[in-house]
């Protein structure tokens, strides 16, 4: 998985996040996905490519839609994951994707701010995540497992 550079379609991220295209479009426009630079609003005929990053990206917006979650929440999460996939998580997406280990988004932030990881490993793990939490707060928590579900036999390496 290069993250970099990618060749996915809107209806391929459909496909794979289990989402309709015009939901998938809705996301780019709106700057939750972002298309390979080149391929964004660049006429008729040039159709938007995506990276695997964002086929990631998209399987957890899908999620996201179902809980009713609004566009800024979206946008937040969308750049919260952005920036771990630029991490060093890589092998460890690729065990979760391939179903030999379990983990979960979860974004302790507000508005405006984004607490977001990932979390790795059982359950004494995820509940590690809110030991120092507030318990005024509210956290947003995504099965990963789950989400992901779509890549694997989708994307070349899963």
Not at 47 to 60: H, K, M, Y
Not at 68 to 73: S, T
Not at 86 to 104: D, M, T, Y
């Amino acid at each position: 998985m290069s993250g970099k550079f990618g060749e996915l379609t809107v209806t391929d991220l459909a496909r794979i996040a289990r989402a309709n295209a015009r939901s998938v479009q809705h996301w780019a426009a709106c700057g939750i996905l972002i298309p390979v630079h080149g391929t964004d609003r660049e006429g008729t005929g040039t159709r938007r490519l995506f990276s695997t990053d964002e086929a990631i990206i998209a399987c957890v917006m899908r999620v996201l839609l179902e809980r009713q979650m609004p566009v800024g929440a979206m946008l937040r999460v969308s750049a919260g994951i952005r920036s771990l996939l630029a991490g060093p998580i890589r092998q460890f997406l690729s065990e979760v994707i391939s179903n030999e280990k379990r983990a979960w988004y979860v974004d302790l932030g507000g508005e405006g701010f984004s607490a977001g990881k990932f979390v790795f490993g059982g359950i004494v793990d995820f509940v590690s995540v809110f030991e120092k939490m507030n318990k005024a707060s509210t956290a947003l928590v995504i099965d990963l497992t789950a989400a992901l579900s779509g890549i694997k036999g989708n994307i070349p390496g899963y």
